[in-house]
């Protein structure tokens, strides 16, 4: 019975890790591969200027609407994409 008492839930707060942010983003940005190295850019702008900054895409500011993989960005991605979002195929 609540008896008009507010109920409050417990929520642990954590840290947020930034690199395993990124590393969800990249892979992600590989579902949205088109002409063989460039992706939307429909993602969090911080998660994208630090993959900028770690080298695996080209700069994310300005008009276009997709940014091109590096050679080692487009190589993670795919690596990425299949360690969090790939499952074994059943023969």
């Known amino acids: 019975m609540n008896n008009g008492a507010?109920?409050?839930?417990?929520?642990?707060?954590?840290?947020?890790d930034t690199d395993k942010v990124d590393e969800a983003?990249?892979?992600?940005?590989?579902?949205?591969?088109h002409d063989g190295?460039?992706?939307?850019k429909?993602?969090?702008w911080d998660a994208?200027?630090?993959?900028?900054?770690?080298?695996?895409i080209g700069n994310p500011v300005g008009k276009a609407k997709s940014v091109v993989f590096t050679e080692e960005g487009?190589?993670?991605?795919?690596?990425?994409?299949?360690?969090?979002?790939?499952?074994p195929m059943i023969r």
Request: aromatic share 8%; glycine share 6%; charged share 20%.
């Open 6 to 16: 507010s109920v409050v839930c417990e929520v642990t707060m954590v840290e947020i």
């Open 25 to 33: 983003v990249l892979a992600l940005l590989h579902l949205t591969l």
């Open 37 to 40: 190295f460039r992706a939307w």
């Open 42 to 44: 429909g993602h969090d």
């Open 48 to 56: 994208l200027d630090r993959l900028h900054h770690k080298g695996m």
């Open 74 to 87: 487009l190589a993670e991605s795919v690596r990425l994409f299949t360690k969090l979002f790939g499952k």
